[in-house]
């Protein structure tokens, strides 16, 4: 979905660009987090999250590609193992 809504808009400021924008997203957040309000916070984050997404659309990098199966299969297994040990 942000591939279909924001590609064209994105490639047209570039990797540079994009990176900048998403610094100060970042910067946004370590604010909101400081602060210690929730909102800020939770919409800081899904800034942070969407222009993270949109970088990686414009680099080529699928997120929900090879790198994101592995992800998952760490995280099985941390369950499998914590399981595991509580059932020890």
């Known amino acids: 979905m942000m591939r279909r809504l924001y ?4 490639s047209e400021r570039g990797v540079n660009g994009t ?7 970042v910067e946004e957040l370590r604010e ?3 602060e210690g309000v929730k909102e800020a916070s939770e919409k800081e984050f899904a800034d942070v999250i969407a222009w993270l997404a949109s ?5 080529g990098i699928d997120l929900e590609g090879p790198h994101l199966k592995s992800i998952t299969a760490s ?5 499998v193992r914590l399981v595991s040990a509580l059932s020890s």
Do not use: G, K
Not at 7 to 10: A, I, M, V
Not at 55 to 59: E, F, M, P, S, V
């Open 7 to 10: 590609f064209h808009r994105d």
């Open 19 to 25: 990176f900048d924008w998403l610094m100060e997203e």
């Open 32 to 34: 909101a987090l400081e």
């Open 55 to 59: 970088l990686a659309n414009i680099t």
């Open 75 to 79: 995280a099985q297994n941390v369950d």
